[in-house]
């Protein structure tokens, strides 16, 4: 409707600096809350480990709605399974190698990543049926200065009127961003409802606070989601997973020790993150202002660039053609997946935590000789079983209710 006034510029201007905001605000926290977390997180053992990675491989699954579900479990079960792939990291046999050397150091994480997000976008678009650019109708271009200082006037005014409404979804996002699996984007779409769900009758101005709430938790999610990423070696989505793989293959290992042993790698990361948003002002303007062009690219000249860049991409972080063999087959894979509707995150969550958890797992009962009981005989690591548990219990339940028969049916 917006857009259909001439207002899509406005609007896109006003959502980018709230954008901003939430990306500051998720900073901020994202700082405040990593050393106090690194504290507590130092008491943990193998034990408690293992019950952390338990737990966000089962968020993975519980942020997905209804038959979903189904679907993001058999994506998380073919992570844990790609997780196998290689040599084990307790008993150190090879698993699943079928004699190739290059599979002893498991799947690559980069590769697989560039596959599953990269190269199964061309597949998809190259499969559609439609591969025309749609044509889109742009309002009354805005001129350069009135973009900004719109944008701008209207944040203060969003921030003066509704202070702490501006404030809670920011902080809404960061906590959303902590659930392992839940993204940003869920962040946005959950904050965007809150914000429409005490709308009597909607109007523009109230489409834009809705929209505002929305970016603002999209952006302090992403730094909510590195919170549990640095303290615990949990990733919060899908691009902490891919950092937290690159960082095992430099041999840093992200938990508690990380801000003493790497604090300038952990002071290095809050001042990209500052840097990062202040940033985006300059380019996303430009952006807004270039993105008629940018969209208006015909398919058959963007999807080649994409996918030299994928080739690149995978071959350039070892030189091995094995790594680009390993992106092509994980990019048709991500393709597949996605054209059946199965969601990709929990698929990067098994592969990137499924060797910790297993490696935390034979630890914990090696520590205690083989007894069961010894993964919950700490007061930390019981209670972290019971949420387990409980999360576990919630997710078979309403899986099983998806699939008994509507009696109105």
């Not at 700082?31 to 491989?57: D, H, K, N, P």
């Not at 990062?276 to 940018?294: E, H, K, S, T, Y």
Request: proline share 5%.
């Amino acid at each position: 409707r917006l857009t259909k006034k001439g207002q899509a510029q406005r609007l896109l201007g006003i959502a980018l600096t709230c954008s901003v905001f939430g990306g500051l605000l998720g900073t901020v926290v994202l700082m405040l809350l990593g050393s106090q977390l690194a504290r507590v997180a130092q008491w943990f053992s193998v034990t408690e480990y293992f019950w952390l990675y338990l737990i966000g491989l089962s968020c993975a699954v519980l942020v997905s709605s209804g038959n979903a579900r189904w679907k993001a479990m058999l994506s998380l079960v073919l992570g844990l399974l790609l997780a196998t792939v290689g040599l084990s990291a307790v008993h150190v046999q090879p698993r699943f190698t079928f004699g190739w050397p290059s599979l002893y150091q498991g799947i690559s994480f980069i590769p697989a990543m560039i596959g599953l997000f990269g190269l199964s976008e061309v597949f998809a678009n190259l499969s559609a049926q439609e591969n025309q650019t749609d044509q889109i109708q742009n309002g009354e271009t805005t001129s350069f200065g009135r973009l900004i200082s719109e944008a701008f006037s209207g944040l203060a005014t969003r921030l003066k009127q509704r202070p702490v409404g501006s404030t809670q979804a920011g902080l809404l996002g960061v906590l959303i961003g902590m659930l392992p699996g839940a993204g940003a984007d869920i962040a946005a779409w959950v904050a965007f409802a809150a914000a429409k769900k005490n709308v009597a009758e909607e109007s523009d101005e109230e489409s834009i606070r809705a929209i505002g709430d929305a970016t603002t938790a999209n952006s302090a999610a992403l730094a909510g989601g590195w919170i549990p990423a640095l303290v615990f070696g949990i990733p919060g989505d899908s691009v902490t997973a891919i950092v937290i793989g690159v960082l095992m293959m430099k041999n840093v290992t992200p938990g508690p020790a990380i801000f003493e042993d790497q604090a300038a790698l952990v002071y290095s990361i809050y001042l990209v993150f500052l840097l990062a948003n202040l940033i985006m002002l300059p380019i996303g303007f430009l952006a807004i202002r270039l993105g008629g062009f940018i969209v208006s690219i015909p398919k058959r000249y963007l999807l080649p660039v994409i996918v030299l860049f994928c080739v690149t991409g995978s071959y350039a972080l070892n030189g091995s053609l094995f790594d680009v063999g390993t992106m092509l087959v994980m990019g048709i894979a991500g393709w597949g997946l996605s054209r059946h509707k199965f969601p990709l995150g929990p698929v990067v969550l098994g592969l990137v935590l499924g060797g910790p958890l297993e490696e935390r797992f034979i630890q914990s009962l090696t520590a205690s000789g083989g007894n069961p009981v010894g993964l919950v005989n700490r007061p930390v690591a019981a209670i972290l079983a019971v949420v387990a548990v409980i999360i576990t219990t919630g997710i078979v339940r309403t899986m099983v209710r998806e699939l008994k028969p509507d009696p109105s049916v």
